[in-house]
């Protein structure tokens, strides 16, 4: 009996549980085995190569792989998204900040096309909150996680959004006086 995508995917499901309890190089042997299954330029066997060695701290490593798999156009939207994301973390923990602002910008648009849903949507902008961050941008970050949060919270949702966007708007005005 020949195993099923999803047979395989469990299996990558059960490797990724287990990783509290193997060290980052089995981490990374045990999913190039699971990878090593599909054929060289499957997406989903160079998304997971690359999901490993990124974990692993494996950064320079992990972009090509995770480049491929985005570049494939055979991820699904989740995945595709959860690649972008991992990649623009990547590249600005390698330093390569605008185009890991790109990057996350391009998949924010993504999100804009009524067919591709809003999974990983909070997750993307926070990513980016963080890109902000590292490149001294800490207004706009904090003002992007604000309105990220907004909607959850039990209460002040419009407020908190509000004073976020005014705050950002004032920060605008005062560096164009610059």
Known sequence: MSETLQDWEARVAALWRQLDAITPEQLVAQADALAAERPADDALGLFERACARDTAGLEAEAEPLYRAALASGRLD???QARASIQLASTLRLLGRLEESESLVSVQLRRYDEPAYGKALYDETRATLALTYLVQGRAV???CLALTTL????SRYNRSVAGNAA????????A???S
């Open 77 to 79: 939207p989740y995945r």
């Open 166 to 173: 005014e705050i950002l708007k004032n920060a605008a005005l």
């Open 150 to 153: 907004a909607p959850h919270l």
């Open 140 to 142: 706009e970050a904090a």
């Open 175 to 177: 560096s164009s006086w």
